[in-house]
C-alpha cells in the first residue's frame, strides 16, 4: 500500500511539474504597446507637435508593462481617479502613480484638465494624453465600475483600514452620507467606498484632494493585500466573475492569467505608491516639471534609459 502510495505521488508530482512546463512555453506573455501614440494637438484645429516634441520609442525593458487605471464617476463622463501603475516583473516591483483629477494638459478643448479627456476622446485619447504628458507609453488599460470594487472587497470579507480622519459629510443630491470616526476600521465594500470618496466635512475641515489620492492607494493597497494572500486563491473564480461583470479592459483573459501567475510571488514590500507632485492653482492643478521627471524615472519608466525633460510635455502657468 505504501508503496502504491508512493507511485501515485510522484506520478502527481511528474504531472504538476509537466503542466508547470506547459503553462511557461504555452502561454505567451502579454504584448507591450510598440509605439507612442500621436502628438496631442495643442494649438489650432489641424495643428500638431512636431516628433521632436514627443517622446521616442527607445528600447523597452524585457520584462516591465504599464496599465492605466481608470475609475468613472457617476455619470461616467469624466474619470473620478486616475492612476498610472507600472509592473516590472523581472524586478517584482510595482509603483502606482496618483494622477491629480485636475492636472493642466495641453489639449484642444476648452476644458484642459486631464479627466475631461474620457469624455472627449474616450480611452484612446485619455492614453495619449496621460502618455504624451509623462512620456510613459500605455500597454493595457483597466477601467473600472464602482460596484467592482465594492463588490471585491465584500468577496474578500472586507479589509482593515486606519481611516485617517473624522469624516462627517453628508449630500442628499448624491444620496451620500459618510461618517466614521479616525481610527483602525473593520470596513465593508460599500464603506470603503465612501472612506474613498471623502473630501472634506461639511463644515470643510478634513484634507485636499491629494490626501483623498493617498486614503484611496491606502484602501486599494488593503485590498491588494487581501486578494494575493494565499488564503483567498480559492475565491479566484469570483475574482473572475467579478472582473467579467464590473471591469472593461483591452487585456485579454490569457494576459490576465499570466500576470496573475506572475503576482503569485510578488511581496507586499515591493509595492510603491505615490501622487505625481503638483500645485493647485484655480482651476488646475499644475505639475512640477522636474520632481514629475524624477518621479517617473525613479519608479514608473519602463525603458532602459531615463526620460528627459523634453519627452515631457508638462504646461506651466504662462
Known sequence: MLVYAYRVLVAFSVAVVALYVAWIFLVPKPGMAEELPPAISTGQPGETDSPEQTASADQRKEDCWTFLLVGTDRVGANTDSLMLLTYDVGEQTVSVASIPR???????RRVKKINSAYAYGGMD??????????????????????????????????????????????DPWQDLSIHYSEGMQHLTGQEA???????????????????????????????????LSWGNLGRINSFVEIIAEYVETDLSVTDMMWFA??????????????????????????????????????????????????????????
Open 261 to 318: 501567475s506572475q503576482a503569485l510571488y510578488f511581496d507586499m514590500e515591493n509595492l510603491n505608491t505615490m501622487t505625481l507632485p503638483a500645485e493647485w492653482h484655480s482651476p488646475y492643478m499644475y505639475l512640477d516639471p522636474e520632481a514629475t521627471l524624477e518621479m517617473v524615472n525613479q519608479y514608473l519608466n519602463p525603458y532602459t534609459t531615463d526620460r528627459t525633460a523634453d519627452q515631457l510635455d508638462i504646461p506651466t502657468r504662462s
Open 125 to 170: 485619447g485619455l492614453k495619449e494624453e496621460v502618455t504624451r504628458t509623462l512620456g510613459v507609453p500605455i500597454d493595457y488599460y483597466i477601467k473600472v465600475d464602482i460596484q467592482a470594487f465594492v463588490a471585491l472587497v465584500d468577496e474578500v470579507d472586507g479589509i482593515d483600514f486606519y481611516v485617517p480622519c473624522d469624516m462627517d459629510y453628508d
Open 102 to 108: 485636475d492636472t493642466r494638459v495641453d489639449a484642444d
Open 193 to 227: 467606498l465612501e472612506v474613498c470618496r471623502f473630501r472634506h466635512n461639511n463644515d470643510m475641515t478634513g484634507y485636499s484632494d491629494t490626501g483623498r489620492m493617498e486614503t484611496q492607494r491606502g484602501v486599494l493597497t488593503a485590498v491588494a493585500q487581501k486578494v
